[in-house]
């Protein structure tokens, strides 16, 4: 199992460029999420999925937009990057984190981006 | 407001000696709590979760205590070794909510000398 894989791990835009970063599961995960992580900061949650065709908000979804069309993927595009975006994101998936919250969460080795 | 602090924020010790990380919640209604370790470069690995109803766990060397009552945690490392350096993070899942909201710490840097 390949885990939770996201692409690219290092990228460089100028303000006002957009970019997708990808993140893909083979663990037949219900839940997946799309955090950043600044330095200082714990990490906050961006959008999220629990299932295929459904996405939702979470704590600073300014600037960022999601779909999940299939099960596996996850994709965060950046439609005008700023350079408040500049951060570490990262992919993770669960099995479901419905009502108790007890399943781990899968995270992916994270993508560093800076924005110029 | 729920809210997850840790102390210390960072930590160095040499490799053999004993630490122990903390972690006070306000989160409620309580779920679980959830330490992850990340080492540098890469995304949190779960280490132990603990429910309302224990007190202890342990993995290996790493022993997670959790106090309900006082709504505090901590994270013990027996015997350090140079491969423990990393950030370890503290998440409280409430069920507050049907999706189980997670609450993160800001993480205790720990590093290890030889």
């Known amino acids: 199992n390949a885990g939770v894989t996201q692409t690219p791990k290092f990228q460089v835009l100028k303000t006002g460029q957009s970019m997708t970063l990808q993140c893909a599961q083979d663990m037949n995960h219900e839940y997946m999420s799309w955090y950043r992580q600044d330095p200082g900061m714990g990490l906050r949650l961006i959008h999220y999925s629990v299932g295929a065709g459904i996405t939702d908000q979470g704590e600073v979804p300014n600037g960022y937009n999601v779909s999940r069309s299939t099960t596996e993927d996850f994709p965060l595009r950046l439609l005008s990057a700023a350079p408040s975006q500049t951060s570490v994101y990262f992919c993770?998936?669960?099995?479901?984190?419905?009502?108790?919250?007890?399943?781990?969460?899968?995270f992916g080795a994270g993508s560093r981006l800076t924005v110029l | 407001k729920n809210q997850v602090e840790q102390s210390p924020q960072s930590l160095i010790i040499l490799e053999g000696k004993n630490c122990t990380l903390q972690c006070n919640y306000t989160v409620s209604p309580f779920s679980n709590l959830r330490w992850y370790k990340q080492d540098t470069g890469r995304g949190p690995v779960s280490l132990t979760i603990m429910t309302f109803s224990e007190n202890t766990k342990s993995n290996g060397r790493y022993t997670a205590t959790l106090d309900a009552d006082t709504k505090q945690s901590s994270l013990h490392i027996t015997a350090s070794q140079l491969s423990d350096s990393a950030s370890y993070i503290c998440?409280?899942?409430?069920?507050?909510?049907?999706?189980?909201?997670?609450?993160f710490g800001r993480g205790t840097q720990l590093t290890v000398w030889p």
């Open positions: 998440v409280v899942s409430d069920r507050g909510s049907t999706l189980g909201r997670l609450y």
């Open positions: 993770a998936s669960s099995y479901s984190i419905i009502r108790s919250g007890a399943n781990v969460l899968t």
